[in-house]
């Protein structure tokens, strides 16, 4: 039997807004708790382009992660509601690789299937480290 649990999801849709702002307000929210931070692109009424801000929250950090979008943006207001959230069993691990020790993200399927997939943040380590191509490091040490 899978885990299941419940999640807050705060949305807020902004249509006068600089873009360049997005990334601190990203970074400004998985700081604080946020458990993932998507924007997507909408229509608004009278045909406005905007983008609508979608975070998921535990319901402890939800008025938190509420008040800096409310600082951080312009939006006027928010829309939250309860989700119910089913998952995969997972861990980090840590397997030693050319490159060194690198986090693989594991998961278990209700039926026992294995799924790994190597960490992007010592991947854009390693890129960097050894000014290679982020793709170069996958393919090696997915090639193991």
Not at 37 to 58: C, D, E, G, I, Q
Not at 69 to 93: K, P
Request: negative net charge; charged residues 25%.
């Amino acid at each position: 039997i899978l885990p299941t649990d419940q999640v807050m999801e705060i949305t807020a849709d902004i249509d006068d807004m600089n873009p360049e702002w997005y990334e601190h307000i990203i970074s400004v929210l998985f700081k604080a708790g946020a458990l993932d931070v998507v924007m997507l692109p909408v229509h608004m009424k009278k045909n406005r382009l905007a983008t609508r801000l979608n975070v998921l929250a535990r319901e402890v950090d939800f008025e938190t992660l509420s008040e800096i979008i409310l600082r951080e943006t312009t939006s006027l207001g928010l829309r939250y509601n309860v989700l119910n959230r089913l998952m995969l069993q997972r861990e980090i691990v840590v397997k030693e690789t050319q490159f060194g020790p690198v986090r693989f993200k594991q998961a278990w399927s209700g039926e026992g299937n294995l799924y790994s997939k190597v960490e992007y943040d010592d991947c854009a380590r390693i890129a960097k480290v050894h000014n290679i191509p982020i793709k170069e490091v996958y393919a090696r040490i997915n090639a193991v």
